[in-house]
Every structure is written in C-alpha cells, then in structure tokens.
C-alpha cells in the first residue's frame, strides 16, 4: 500500500468539512482555532503515517484546498520486492 500526505492551503479552505466526511482513515479534522478569512479550517492529524494517498479529499474538496503527495516505489525497488 502506498504511503501518502496532504497538505491543506488554509488560505483556500472554507472549512465546510466535506474532506472529513471521506476520509477512509478519518485522518482529517476540523480545527479549533480560525485561519485569517474566520473559518475553521481542516487539519491532517496522522500520527501513525495511516494516509494512504488515495486523494479523496482532495477529489471532493470544492475550492482545490488539499494538495496530496505520494510516496512512489521506484521500479527498481518493485522489481526487488517482486
Ligand atoms: S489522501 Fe485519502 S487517506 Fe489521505 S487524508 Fe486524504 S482521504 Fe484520507
Ligand atoms: S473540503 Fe476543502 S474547503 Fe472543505 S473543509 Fe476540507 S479542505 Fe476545507
């Protein structure tokens, strides 16, 4: 399973909490503070390195707030694994 991270651009984020909801992992809360635009924006909280990349978050957040990054097996890594 690849490994994987976001991001959350609060300048973007409208904390409308549709990237909460998604989360196979339930890695993404709200936060209690509020950005500089008076919302509460989304935080990752991943401890245990769980999110796995799938960038469903990102796919469902409407105004392009996540940025998702994943960890890529070189070929020559997979080709040892095989
Ligand atoms: S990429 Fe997937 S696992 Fe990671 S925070 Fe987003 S929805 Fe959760
Ligand atoms: S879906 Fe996007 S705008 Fe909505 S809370 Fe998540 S990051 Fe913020």
Redesign the pocket.
Known sequence: MAR???TIDEKRCKGCEL?TS????N??QMATYFSARGYRPAI?V?PHA?????????TICPDVA?T?YREMKSRKAQLVAA
């Open positions: 994987g991270t976001i990237c998604v989360c196979p992992k890695l993404i990752l991943d769980q999110c796995t990349g799938c960038m469903l978050c990102s996540i998702v």
